[in-house]
């Protein structure tokens, strides 16, 4: 027994050795700044200055900054419109490239490389694209006789033109999707054709209880890069105009290293948290009563 006591605490030791190098980068890199923000949340701290403790201060002024809930305002538009529309887009995408047809394998590369392009590429071309002056996308709307709007430097255009700009990029789901719907067994559909169930009836009664999981993974990781959205906003827009793009993180940016106000930063990331926490777990209850996982209905 000592024998094997002696055995398993070398291989235990081995192991905690391979795993070290992990172990100390999630301490310095993941858990240190995670306690930190939590303390300077509690402090005032430029970044350049020792904290001095405020306790619930920077939590109370958040509450009475307008531009505060504006910036909360922003974001929840563009999760509310735009993570619904990026699904509907995704599957769309993924029904039609799970069909048998010619080239399959090209379109399904031409769909989901516009998700591999760097986030910076991306946003300085839709840039140019929406551009009111020259923008290709004005252009071609005069040339149809279409109104042509202001897009990036409108308030009432700016945040759909972010929303649109968003959903060119959705290849990445709907590869998911596509996984997920390759997943159903076909003698499903063949049993509802036999019973005489329609193409929407199939979709519906089969193809979005099956696909439950993979819209819940896909709407989970929606909600978290909706409410993180930084890299577009920040070079297509830089919050405005007139703050009508201003979203959460770029606000945490602004008032962290644009006014240095560190610990007032730290506490918008706290609620941050709190906010996506929340809304995941609404998303969880509604698919724990709605969805339909691993052979069990959990209606």
């Not at 279409?146 to 308030?155: E, I, R, S």
């Amino acid at each position: 027994m000592r024998k094997v006591a002696k055995s398993r605490a070398r291989e235990a030791r081995i192991g905690l050795l391979f795993l070290s190098p992990w172990l100390i980068g999630l301490a310095v890199f993941t858990a240190y700044p995670i306690i930190a923000s939590l303390y300077f949340s509690f402090t005032h701290y430029s970044g350049l200055s020792a904290p001095r403790w405020a306790g619930l201060d920077n939590y109370v002024q958040l509450f009475k900054d307008t531009l505060f809930w504006k910036s909360i305002y922003n974001t929840l538009y563009l999760a509310i419109i735009g993570i619904p529309l990026a699904q509907i887009m995704s599957i769309l995408v993924a029904l039609l490239l799970n069909t048998k047809v010619k080239f399959l394998g090209i379109f399904r590369t031409l769909y989901f490389l516009p998700s591999i392009v760097p986030a910076v590429a991306t946003a300085l071309l839709w840039k140019w694209f929406l551009n009111p002056q020259f923008g290709p996308v004005n252009l071609l709307l005069e040339k149809i006789g279409l109104p042509t709007p202001g897009w990036l430097t409108d308030p009432l255009w700016s945040k759909p033109a972010l929303i649109f700009t968003s959903i060119w990029g959705v290849g990445g789901a709907m590869v998911i999707y596509l996984a997920g719907l390759q997943n159903i067994p076909a003698e499903l559909y063949e049993a509802a054709e036999l019973d005489g169930a329609g193409r929407i009836a199939s979709f519906t009664k089969i193809t979005l209880p099956m696909l439950s999981p993979v819209i819940l993974f896909n709407v989970v990781m929606g909600i978290i890069n909706s409410f993180q959205s930084f890299t577009s906003v920040f070079i297509m827009t830089g919050g405005g105009p007139e703050n009508s793009t201003l979203v959460y993180a770029l606000s945490i940016y602004r008032n962290g290293f644009q006014f240095y106000k560190m610990g007032y930063a730290s506490a918008m990331a706290w609620i941050l948290l709190v906010m996506t926490s929340i809304s995941i777990f609404f998303v969880f209850k509604f698919f724990g009563k709605y969805g339909y996982f691993g052979g069990v209905d959990n209606r």
